[in-house]
């Protein structure tokens, strides 16, 4: 993982940002531009269906645009995100803390900073070896080392390969489940307990818990709060992606702690946002109808990418296809803009005019696969499919 010092750049000069991570499929979006209709972009996980109407009218009637909102979070929406909690999950929200945040990417990228002015002594973020790429980038920016967390077969946490330095200096441990990229479940009660035992609060990043196919959504809370914080989000579950509402809840000192620090930052969430937020969390039938959604597209495009010799498995969870490249796209050695991923996603481009995330934007490991983001309509990805059949026949 990229460490902070320098970031390829002379140290003397300061930090120089990487380019962002999907900002590098900007050729390639061209490419996929050039077919009759347009491009269909699989590549960013960004919903395209509508979110509720009840949700819509919500934030248009609150009343509370006047006013500066509370930074932890109106009662209203901590409490719709505490009955959520227990009716979806049969979670004990009794003893559970709980605040907003201004979307989860806000908190996930912030958080090694804020955790490193409560704990300087340490420095280290241990995060999954293949991951959403804030993870890392938040360690970065606050100065921190980012450490992978090495993972078994399956894509979950060898949370035992930690060594005890890393352990010791460690600020936070990230879960993510459903994962993303791949989909994987982890073990939840064991990312807890070895926090526990180690003394290194743990984050469950749980955005994708209601697209849970293998069996029902899971979250860290089930196992108590004490050193877990869980991490949720409205973008995926309720298609409100442009309202960035999100909130944190577990284990009271933690989020107490940083609840008063994003006081004092001014990090708040709109009062409009958290009226509408309290209705969609108020609203399971939508999601029910988003799932099935979901669970088809992912069926299909699967079906797709395999009518063009792609193989491509339906993942525990998530609507993400994390795709194996084919050996005719790997050659040996490559590197780069020539990697298997980017050479696949290269043809998928070129022949299906289709923009998917090439693996290694979640961590070199990923190279040998692609990322596909289920998020377009139905006859968008039936137009991807017809590109991908001409191109097969002629």
């Known amino acids: 993982m990229a460490q902070p010092a320098g970031a390829g750049e002379d140290a003397g000069a300061g930090f120089v940002p990487p380019v962002y991570p999907y900002d590098k499929l ?17 590549s960013v996980g960004t919903p395209c269906d509508p979110p509720p109407a ?5 934030l248009a009637t609150s009343g509370t645009e006047r006013g500066y909102p509370s930074s932890i979070g109106t009662a209203e929406y901590r409490e719709a995100a505490l009955a959520w909690m227990s009716r979806r999950f049969g979670v004990d929200t009794a003893e559970l803390a709980i605040a907003v945040c201004v979307g989860t990417k806000e908190l996930v990228a912030g958080l090694p900073h804020w955790l490193r002015l409560r704990t300087p002594a340490r420095d280290t973020v241990l995060c999954p070896l293949l991951a959403y790429p804030t993870y890392e980038m938040g360690a970065i920016l606050a100065g921190c080392r980012a450490v992978a967390v090495p993972t078994r ?6 949370l035992s390969s930690i060594s005890p330095e890393d352990a010791a200096r460690a600020l936070c441990l990230w879960v993510n489940s459903p994962g993303n990229p791949g989909g994987q479940l982890e073990d939840l009660a064991a990312a807890a307990g070895w926090g526990r035992s180690h003394g290194v609060p743990v984050f469950s990043d749980e955005c994708y818990i209601e697209f849970t196919w293998a069996g029902p959504g899971r979250t ?10 869980a991490v949720h989000s409205l973008s995926k579950r309720s298609n409100l992606a442009g309202l960035r ?16 620090l994003r006081q004092h930052a001014g990090l708040m969430v ?9 209705a969609a969390l108020g609203d399971d039938s939508h999601v029910e109808r988003q799932r099935a ?3 088809g597209r992912l069926r299909r495009f699967a079906e797709v990418l395999s009518e063009s010799g792609i193989d491509a498995q339906l993942p525990a969870g998530s609507f993400y296809l994390w795709v194996a490249v084919p050996a ?33 934007t979640y961590g070199s490991a990923g190279a040998g696969h692609v990322r596909v983001a289920l998020v377009q309509p139905d006859d968008r990805l039936e137009l991807v499919a017809r590109r991908l059949h001409a191109a097969r026949i002629s």
């Open 26 to 42: 900007a050729e390639l979006a061209e490419l996929a531009e050039r077919h009759e209709g347009g491009a269909v972009d699989l």
């Open 293 to 295: 959604r979901y669970l």
């Open 328 to 360: 005719r796209f790997a050659p040996p050695g490559a590197t780069g803009d020539a990697n298997p991923g980017w050479a696949l996603t290269r043809w998928l481009a070129g022949h299906g005019g289709v923009l998917v995330a090439p693996g290694d």
């Open 54 to 58: 009840r949700v819509l009218e919500a």
């Open 220 to 229: 860290i809370l089930e196992h108590g709060p004490e050193g877990v914080v």
């Open 153 to 158: 077969p399956d894509a979950t946490m060898e």
């Open 270 to 278: 709109p009062g409009p946002v958290q009226h509408a937020g309290a």
């Open 245 to 260: 509402a999100g909130f944190f809840a577990g284990d009271a000192d933690l989020v107490g702690y940083l609840s008063r």
